[in-house]
């Protein structure tokens, strides 16, 4: 009989649990005014199995009620992690432990709903709908978002990279500089206040970064074309893949920076000497090669 009394002593027991409890034992008195002496007056001694049943509820209850604690104090409190690039803007790192977490979470509320002790319990079902809804939202905006900052990035150290590209693509570069602006704004807003849940007061969040995703792919297929150009018009191009081969584009001022992949072009071919007596100024820049180097390092003319 001590046993269950310790067991009711269980932080499990809600006020709806108890209004049960003394229901069951027929005493009418308000929660303050109980003692254990009425309890056991009441013979609750005698009805260990009914009492087990309620304890069981209530305990099933309480795990999930402090689940659902767990994912709002997370996403309360989740901070994004950002770091500063190029010195331009603050961009979000540490994407896998987001996705991994927003997923748990939101698994574990899909399985929650078929827990007997969720149906039993209005506000769980409201919580729970509630954080449902906002998690699959944030996992469609940052479905969209890891993809734009991934693109925007590569497209970035392309176009502001050279000066070359942008005037050999203006209409993809004027077009970029239009996604651009709206990414830096985005990036700056959410600086500002780096909270996961700040995305969602982010009006057509992920209908915006769609867009721009999609505004950037029409740029990056454009750019294919043009590489592919190139190659056909210079068959050896065809040995670079399509970074080797923009930087080749966008360097052509700098010799330098091409010979690193002279000899994935020419298999006899480690490097090439730049001509220094057929660079007149300081304006002229450019220079040439007037002789090929081998990897055994034979110098040919």
Do not use: C
Not at 56 to 65: C, I
Not at 232 to 242: E, I, P, V
Not at 255 to 279: C, E, Q, T, Y
């Amino acid at each position: 009989g001590y046993g269950l009394l310790s067991d009711m002593k269980t932080e499990a027991l809600k006020d709806r649990h108890w209004k049960t409890i003394l229901s069951r034992l027929g005493i009418h008195v308000p929660f303050t005014e109980l003692t254990v002496g009425m309890l056991w007056d009441k013979g609750i001694i005698n009805r260990k199995k009914e009492m087990h049943e309620i304890l069981t509820v209530a305990q099933g209850e309480m795990a999930l009620e402090v689940f659902l604690s767990q994912v709002r104090d997370r996403w309360i409190k989740q901070e994004l992690d950002l770091v500063l690039y190029q010195n331009r803007i603050r961009l979000i790192r540490g994407w896998d432990d987001l996705f991994t977490t927003l997923d748990d979470h939101m698994g574990g509320l899909i399985l929650m709903k078929s827990s007997p002790y969720y149906r039993a319990v209005r506000e769980f079902q409201e919580e729970g709908n509630l954080w449902e809804e906002r998690l699959t939202k944030l996992r469609g905006a940052f479905d969209a978002w890891v993809d734009v900052q991934r693109r925007w990035v590569y497209l970035e150290g392309i176009f502001f990279g050279s000066a070359d590209i942008k005037a050999q693509l203006p209409s993809e570069w004027s077009r970029f500089k239009s996604v651009d602006g709206e990414f830096v704004n985005v990036m700056r807003r959410i600086s500002s206040r780096p909270y996961a849940m700040e995305a969602l007061n982010i009006e057509n969040l992920q209908k915006t970064l769609e867009r721009l995703g999609n505004l950037m792919g029409v740029i990056q297929r454009a750019l294919g074309e043009y590489l592919e150009k190139q190659r056909s018009d210079f068959s050896r191009f065809y040995f670079l893949g399509d970074d080797d081969l923009l930087e080749i584009i966008g360097n052509s001022n700098e010799p330098g920076k091409v010979l690193s992949h002279v000899g994935k072009m020419f298999a006899g071919i480690a490097s090439a000497r730049i001509d220094n007596n057929a660079i007149t100024s300081e304006d002229d820049i450019v220079g040439r090669f007037d002789a090929m180097i081998s990897k055994d390092g034979e110098l040919v003319p």
